[in-house]
């Protein structure tokens, strides 16, 4: 399982109107090979940067499978009015999220 993390800088006076226009687009995401879900939240310290999880089933349905895509192309024409730059991306490998031996509640 490979998770993408985007943060997407969304302009400020856009923020309030940003959740519907990403629920306009998320069908596309969601029927592209290997999707397995995603969670989209606002920022607390900066809220008007918002974070895209998007959990795949390997690394080559994200890039470049879904990225070469037209879905991919009509997802982000979707936003990028809303957008005050380029999103930034990463992925991380793993499970799906669980509490692992450290919990916190040891102090260590």
């Known amino acids: 399982m490979v998770y993408e993390i985007a943060t997407l ?14 629920a306009e687009v998320a069908p596309l995401l969601s029927r592209a090979k290997g999707y397995r879900g995603h969670m989209l939240a606002r920022g607390i310290e900066q809220p008007h940067h918002f974070t895209l ?28 009015d809303y957008l005050s730059g380029e999103p930034t991306v990463q992925h991380v490998a793993g499970a799906a999220f669980t509490i692992g031996p450290w919990d916190g509640s040891s102090g260590k």
């Open 9 to 22: 800088p969304v302009r400020p006076e856009r923020t309030d109107s940003f959740g519907n226009a990403f």
């Open 53 to 80: 999880i998007v959990r795949w089933q390997t690394l080559e349905d994200h890039s470049p499978r879904f990225e070469a895509s037209d879905d991919h192309q009509l997802f982000m024409a979707g936003l990028e």
